[in-house]
């Protein structure tokens, strides 16, 4: 064996920080009998071991092929050192240097703290911010980076002599664990009531149970924020919380005690169950084989959004049954998460409070994902989510991308790189434009991206592009168009090239279209820096915009109107609409006036949804087409036909013959899926015989139906299909596109 002994140093990038690197570099270090040291430094991680060739090798391949589970490495760069001796391998303190680290996501409960969270011999029994270098918060509590205690909201809580220890002994799981706590030092979970006074700790933790089981809403603080609680299989409590909270009929999320409670009342298929008991924890939804739960969690639809508890606050609120866990927020206003203001502002609809003291730096919500076919399919990525980097297929300019209007997130890039920040949601708000601010302010300082330009969507009226000039400090803004982009974020989600061409269908509710109508059934023949116009669901007219959108019913009179069906009273969309509107609208729809042509998808949709008495008018963004996916999903019994240029006239048609004769409406939604299938085969088809094979890209909000999504993939089996699986098909996604979009050329 060769005893002569060299040094190298190691530089290693990635999401390396938080996720326990430098305890792993210490104890295999430790185990290979290696001197040296690991620090972190804003570019990643450096570490120094010097021994013999073997074990140095060793390291390296061990550092390659086994990291800690939760880090992602990006690159490892070697240097051979000359060796210099010396005894003992130690951390470092960070070191500021130059470059870029990746921050973490926020990481659920590990398997192992759970095990002593249930140990009553363990001084850790039910604490509730229990946590190792292996999970806890990360994203939500850094306020600057490199990661370390000081740079957290941990910073206040001064380790006692017990978790300084462990801290500090390399054999120790918690070693160099920033979040490390116990019940002697960590923070203190507060259970409030009204004027009943407050309790702390085990006693908090119960008598917010208790709260739970007589019926009341609960506010309690997690990890990115504050949720509204109650039993959810108490129809009462259920109603209340809709009515206080302003709800109308969106679905809740539900959190359940573990993966056997949530096999009681919905279908999980492998996959699905990975998420749920992975680290990321998303809501996955699922489709409900129960009644056990109130009938008001998610009136009118067949699936229900679960998750399993992430933080040890939940676990200790989980003891029963399953709960409704809806993010604490009035209709449509971001997510609370400063105590101070959560008091306030939840006050009309929280019966009892858990609070603790360690401050969330940014709000996150959580991520909500649906499993079509055992592929992930993201709707909302957020927590355990964001920050990830995502690799870009060329090299661009530091930029921000600020996303669209609903469902917004931003995102900055440089380099090889982009970061998409947490779900910020609908730009209508005062407070959500605000929490943009923060959030777009967050990514800066955890990515340290100084962008140089901006983008936004092409739409002259987006308040999120408002903001971009309002922000630019006299950086250009650029705009992207709203499909374009749509269809370059899965080019770049799969890496295809900077020269990539792609037949891109973006079916969805509206974007802002470069002849001023509004799109949203657009097929485009696409690469990152242009696009061409291949085919478009023939325009009809969009009569008053936004009260054509809540309801359907006006959508469904308008595309009557356009395939020359009379408004007969034997439809029930027709009664649906009172008299004077009526006269009104058909007024708009022969003249024009007020009306703008659109070629929206997701309207047709509610078009269908209206014209077969599924539903007239909506509460929230796409409930009709949810509604009528839910009726259809699973029926087969045969498809109507779209006419030449993807004309909807001839399904129109065939849809009030079959509304005449009596049919199901689940039965007309399914030949109505099987029709836009077809469709978008047929396209796709000639689209070959024209321009050759391409990539067929499948995106926007219309294919987060899982029934369009499956019967379209399957449609299209002969084709290389591309639908996204790592960001949202919806506007959440967009920024990516726009980075993408906003930096080829
Ligand atoms: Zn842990
Ligand atoms: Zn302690
Ligand atoms: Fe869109």
């Given at each position: 064996m060769n005893r002569t002994s060299v040094r190298r140093a190691f530089t290693v990038t990635g999401v390396v920080q938080g996720v326990g690197f430098r305890p792993f570099a210490y104890a295999t270090a430790t185990e290979l009998s290696l001197t040296g040291f690991v620090g972190n430094t804003s570019a990643g991680v450096a570490i120094e071991v010097e021994g013999t060739v073997d074990a140095v090798d060793e390291f390296g391949r061990r550092l390659q092929d086994?990291?800690?589970?939760h880090s992602v490495v990006e690159s490892i760069s070697t240097t051979e050192l000359a060796a210099r001796g010396g005894s003992g391998f130690r951390i470092d303190e960070s070191v500021s240097g130059t470059g870029r680290t990746f921050a973490s996501p926020d990481l659920a409960m590990c398997s192992e703290c759970l095990a002593e969270f249930d140990d009553p011999n363990d001084r850790r029994y039910r604490h509730p911010f229990i946590s190792c270098t292996n999970c806890g918060p990360r994203f939500t509590i850094i306020e600057s980076l490199p990661y370390d205690r000081d740079s957290t909201t941990m910073r206040p809580f001064r380790m006692c002599a017990a978790c300084a220890a462990e801290y500090s002994d390399?054999?120790?799981?918690?070693?160099?664990?920033?979040?490390v706590a116990c019940w002697n030092c960590g923070p203190t979970l507060t259970f409030s009531r009204g004027v009943h006074g407050a309790s702390i700790g085990q006693t908090a933790a119960a008598d917010a149970a208790t709260l739970l089981a007589e019926g009341k809403i609960l506010a309690v603080k997690g990890i990115g924020g504050y949720h509204l609680a109650c039993d959810a299989t108490d129809d009462d409590a259920v109603r209340r919380l809709r009515t206080r909270k302003r709800r109308g009929d969106k679905p809740f999320a539900v959190m359940v005690r573990d993966l056997q409670q949530a096999r009681s009342l919905v279908d999980i298929g492998p996959r699905a169950a990975s998420l749920l008991t992975g680290s990321r924890r998303p809501i996955v939804l699922l489709e409900s084989v129960s009644g056990a739960l109130s009938a008001d969690v998610a009136p009118g639809g067949r699936d229900i959004g679960i998750m399993l508890p992430y933080s040890p606050v939940h676990q200790l609120l989980l003891e029963h049954g399953p709960l409704v866990m809806?993010?604490?927020?009035?209709?449509?206003?971001p997510i609370t998460y400063r105590n101070d203001d959560a008091h306030q502002r939840l006050t009309s609809i929280a019966d009892g409070w858990l609070d603790h003291d360690r401050d969330i730096v940014v709000p996150c919500d959580d991520s909500v994902i649906r499993v079509v076919d055992e592929v992930d399919r993201p709707i909302r990525r957020s927590r355990g989510y964001a920050p990830m980097p995502l690799a870009l297929p060329f090299t661009v300019d530091p930029v921000l991308a600020v996303g669209g209007d609903l469902k917004n997130t931003c995102a900055v890039a440089d380099g090889r790189y982009a970061w998409l920040g947490q779900h910020v949601g609908d730009m209508d708000h005062l407070a959500t434009l605000d929490a943009f601010t923060d959030s777009e302010s967050h990514l800066e300082t955890l990515t340290g991206v100084r962008p140089s330009h901006v983008v936004s969507d092409?739409?002259?009226?987006?308040r999120s592009s408002a903001w971009a000039r309002r922000h630019s400090d006299g950086r250009p803004v650029g705009s992207v168009s709203h499909h374009h982009a749509h269809i370059a974020a899965v080019m770049g989600e799969y890496g295809l090239e900077a020269d990539a061409e792609v037949l891109g269908f973006a079916f969805d509710g509206t974007g802002y279209g470069t002849d001023g109508a509004v799109w949203g059934g657009e097929i485009l023949h696409a690469g990152y820096k242009g696009f061409a116009r291949v085919a478009h669901l023939k325009y009809v007219p969009l009569a008053g915009g936004d009260v054509s959108v809540l309801r359907p019913y006006r959508m469904a009179l308008a595309h009557l109107h356009s395939a020359g069906v009379e408004w007969s009273e034997g439809l029930s969309c027709v009664r649906a609409c009172p008299v004077p509107e009526r006269r009104v609208l058909r007024h708009q729809l022969e003249t024009g006036f007020g009306c703008v042509p659109t070629s929206s998808m997701g309207r047709l949709f509610d078009a269908v949804a209206a014209l077969t008495g599924i539903r007239d008018i909506v509460d929230y963004e796409a409930q009709a087409a949810i509604e009528l996916e839910a009726r259809s999903r699973h029926i087969d019994s045969g498809a109507y036909r779209f006419g030449d240029?993807?004309?909807?006239n001839p399904v129109i048609r065939a849809i009030v013959d079959d509304v005449g004769a009596g049919i199901d409406p689940g039965v007309i939604g399914a030949r109505f899926h099987r029709a836009v299938a077809n469709l978008v085969r047929s396209v796709a088809e000639r689209s070959r015989a024209r321009v050759g094979d391409l990539p067929v890209v499948l995106t926007g909000g219309v294919f987060q139906n899982p029934t369009i999504l499956s019967l379209c993939t399957a449609a299209l089996r002969d084709f290389t299909v591309l639908v996204p699986r790592v960001l949202p098909a919806n506007d959440g996604g967009l920024a990516f596109g726009q980075v993408l979009v906003g930096s080829a050329s």
């Open positions: 086994a990291p800690p589970p390399p054999s120790d799981r918690r070693f160099h664990a920033q979040t809806t993010s604490g927020n009035l209709g449509g206003e092409s739409h002259p009226n987006y240029d993807v004309d909807p």
